[in-house]
């Protein structure tokens, strides 16, 4: 399942959680939407314009898993016991902040990940 189809299940069960329905093939706009997103009832199918939003929100889920993983990875570097330079643990913090920071950037599928010091 692609990115985008994975968004749409995300976003549709947002939107009508418990409902049934079944996507039969790539969702690109609203035609797709009508063509390939089954419902049954077919009157619980949400409109196009409340799912595009929500496809967005389901994209930020998945930057913030990645981005949660990529700071547990080093979480290490932060511990009072470690051994690296003051120097090296700053850089590991800057690091971490520009992470955390990562949402405020304007599209979910065109993020710019920090590079961790080397």
Do not use: H
């Not at 389901?58 to 051994?83: E, G, N, P, Y």
């Amino acid at each position: 399942m692609d990115v985008n189809t994975r968004n749409i299940r995300a976003a549709i069960r947002m939107l009508v959680p418990g409902k049934g329905f079944v996507i039969t093939g790539d969702i690109e706009n609203e035609a797709d939407y009508t063509e390939n997103v089954i419902f049954d009832p077919p009157s619980s199918k949400p409109a196009w314009s409340s799912v595009q939003p929500k496809i967005i929100d389901a994209q930020w889920d998945v930057v913030r898993i990645t981005r949660d993983s990529k700071l547990l990875q080093c979480d290490w570097t932060q511990l009072d016991d470690v051994v690296l330079t003051a120097e090296k643990v700053q850089e590991w913090k800057v690091y971490r902040t520009e992470l955390r920071d990562i949402t405020t950037q304007s599209d979910p599928y065109n993020v710019v990940w920090p590079t961790p010091p080397s």
